[in-house]
């Protein structure tokens, strides 16, 4: 069987598996919880936990049974790093999975009524084997893409769920602070959102970051300062300034994030203050200075950079003469960034999708490779250099292989 084959069979035995997980842990809850825990939302928390926890298990095990990098022959720090990289993956598919199933439960209890009590663990079931089967297909073709599509799900569906479930009805006459600004249930579950959210985008820069070093570093391998010069006769001046001012940009948002929903107002104004002031500035420069920290990145989202600037300008003037209040701001602002970072990181998976499929003509042109042996794996071990993976096959007898630099998540792992 090819790869595809192989992940969606994986995907399939992965289904059925976490759903006999899900329908067992949540039947023996059911009978053996105390009475206490067999409220409504307390039986929610124990359902979305058992799929949260059933989608990093069959993650962990598609991400790193795929990787060729869980090796020793050139030392620990390979696997090691892996080891990491997986962890911090399941930590965004644990968040979103949590999350989206509390919010999806919430709304079939409204629907159903007292009713639901006796389908929840058939549906603790359907939900752990679909996200079962997700999260295994989708670590055994990790993508950039694949992972920055998650971020709005689980920050929709937990700032939703907060906002329902809230005993303040009037919160948005202030702003959202006031949502967190409790210690409820729905406060809780409104400043945990924000801080897996940060931890999400400091995740997801670090992936992006790294790809961008991955294929500059590609460029310059390739750079032969001749018209078939496959980047265009030029090296970005100063580059290694320009990613460490993107990642401590990307990471102060994430941090910002953290700290808005750490640090609640009325206990902790002045670092919450600090975060959910500094935060429209963090946003605004990564906006304007986009074209110089990204200049591969496409002109089109440049363009579009600024018009959100322009836009969350426009409407924090329009509130400050009184025709807006600042949790419509603050929806606009925060929207427009998550949608931003989303747009990036798609561009960057756009990138590795190309250096990708640019290592494979080269490699074919070079005569590195035989596209007609694909059944041949590759080691993928070095941080810096590695071969190409299954795209391109095993090197041809007599040939070769050009060693080239590893993406951090990518096909060639």
Known sequence: MGRHQRAETGGLISFILCAFAGAVGMNLYLEYAPA?????????????????????????????????SMTLKNGWLAPIRRIVETLALSTVYASTTFLSSFALLGAINEMMGTLFVGYMSSVCAAFAGVVGYVTFVQAEMMSAKTLASLLPFFVISGVSVAGLT??????????????????????????STLMLAGVCIII??????????TTERLMRLWHDHTRDDPNRGYDIPHFVTRMTVLSVLLTLSGLAFIGIGAFRYTPHNLLHNICAKGLPFVMLLLFLLLPWLAPRIGKAVMVVSDLAALLCAGF????????????????LAGLLFLGWFIVFSRQIAAIEADRVTM????SQATGAADPSD????????????TV???VTGKAAVGGAAEPLPESRIASDR
């Open 36 to 68: 206490i825990w067999q409220v409504s939302q307390r039986r929610f928390t124990v359902c979305s936990g058992i799929v949260a926890a059933c989608a990093v298990l069959s993650f962990c095990i598609g991400y790193i049974t795929n990787s060729r």
């Open 166 to 191: 809230t005993d303040d009805p009037y919160w948005y006459h202030n702003n959202f602070s006031q949502l967190g600004d409790r210690t409820t249930f729905a406060a809780t579950m409104f400043n």
């Open 204 to 213: 997801v820069s670090y992936f992006a970051v790294s790809e961008l070093l």
């Open 316 to 331: 924090w003037w329009n509130m400050m003469l009184g025709h807006n209040t600042l949790t419509n701001v603050e929806a």
């Open 359 to 362: 290592q494979l003509v080269r």
């Open 374 to 385: 694909s059944s041949a794996d590759v080691d993928v071990d070095s941080e810096d250099e």
């Open 388 to 390: 190409m993976s299954d």
